[in-house]
């Protein structure tokens, strides 16, 4: 039974917090955010430690690989309209994907963080696995990496209604790119939540950016840090 | 009502039959990126594969779609796990988080603005290029 105890728990706030922003509508009450932070009070007072909540829960993570395999079945399923866009998705990744290196490192230097978190944050808009690759290639830290992969895509989450509706974005396909590229799957399940279309835009963006970002970064930050 | 729960069940089942499926191909995947020893990992590798098993017709839509649009409605349950992760940095977070939150913060809203306002633009300007073009079709046909 206390094997269980932590996927059990995940589920159920996950369930509750989903709920309460049926009901609400609140951006701070992001299921997400609600979840974490019951969860993170449930840890500290019950003195369970992470690893020991992680490796409980672990039957969750472990279904973030087929659910990303599974990304593929709304790429299929929109495939021309996608190919119809290409132009606008090239365009606006290759300037998000510059934009987020070059806006991480000179902000982390403003910020006056020291060297190793300056370069494990670089790569935090793109999606964790291959974030961390990029964080280990940079001599950052991947598992402080994974960490700010999570602040950008709840942030991400966040912002990214705002940003439609202040910028008065209309198409899908920049509303689907917008989340894609900002915050990688957690945007992607954002976007779901919008329309199909937009989704999928967001899953093709996410992946794309993640490449884009994987050849960028390498070369750009050490020019940005000389 | 027992053929109800009966087709229910069978529903259910199928999810967790496919998901067991799309497993198998992000296992596949992984294995192939060892392999390779390229950058990429197995997850992507398996979204290409399942990709184009469905674009050629070796996979049927209906055979994978039930569990995987089920896998995508809740992904947002599979990142809870390592988010907790968090916690293990509470020091660094007690005396930088404001700082490393403020650039996370501005940098994302950044990419967002950038890419969302390049994407709409390029959508609007291909846009009135369509209509012109089609005004000029209906022009020409009614001379």
């Not at chain 1, 690893?51 to 829960?57: C, D, G, L, P, V």
């Amino acid at each position: 039974m206390l094997m269980w105890m932590g996927l059990v728990m995940t589920v159920v706030f996950y369930w509750g917090g989903k709920t309460l922003y049926k009901k609400v509508r609140f951006v701070l009450l992001n299921p997400m955010i609600t979840c974490l932070i019951a969860l993170i009070v449930v840890l500290l007072c019950t003195h369970m430690s992470y690893s020991t909540y992680f490796s409980r829960s672990k039957l969750l993570t472990d279904m973030l690989n087929p659910a990303t395999v599974a990304l593929a079945i709304p790429l299929y399923r929109h495939f021309d309209v996608l190919k119809r866009h290409i132009a606008e998705f090239l365009l606006s990744l290759a300037c998000g994907a510059t934009v987020a290196v070059t806006s991480s490192v000179l902000l982390a230097r403003v910020m006056r963080l020291s060297g190793s978190i300056a370069l494990s944050v670089a790569p935090r808009s793109v999606t964790t696995p291959i974030a961390m690759d990029i964080s280990q290639t940079l001599g950052g830290i991947p598992a402080l990496t994974a960490v700010f992969v999570i602040i950008t895509g709840l942030s991400g989450v966040i912002l990214g209604p705002l940003i439609i509706r202040v910028c008065r974005i209309q198409s899908s396909v920049a509303k689907g790119t917008l989340f894609g590229m900002g915050c990688h799957g957690l945007g992607t399940a954002r976007a779901f939540e919008i329309g199909q279309m937009e989704g999928t835009c967001a899953s093709l963006s996410m992946v794309t950016a993640a490449f884009i970002t994987l050849a960028l970064a390498p070369v750009l930050v050490p020019l940005l840090r000389a | 009502m027992f053929v109800a729960i009966r087709s229910k069940v069978t529903h259910i089942f199928g999810i967790i039959l496919q998901v067991a499926c799309l497993f198998g191909l992000s296992e596949i995947g992984t294995w192939i990126s060892k392999a390779l020893d390229v950058p990429v990992p197995g997850s992507i590798w398996g979204l290409i594969i399942l990709f184009l098993l469905l674009k050629f017709k070796i996979v049927k839509l209906e055979w994978v779609s039930s569990g995987g649009d089920w896998l995508i409605r809740e992904m947002l349950l599979f990142f809870i796990p390592s988010s907790v992760g968090i916690l293990s940095y509470g020091n660094l977070m007690l005396h930088q988080g404001i700082q490393i939150v403020v650039t996370i913060v501005t940098s994302t809203a950044l990419v967002m603005l950038v890419t969302g306002a390049i994407a709409e633009t390029v959508w609007k300007s291909r846009q009135r290029r369509n209509v012109k073009s089609r005004y000029a079709k209906e022009e020409a046909s009614s001379c």
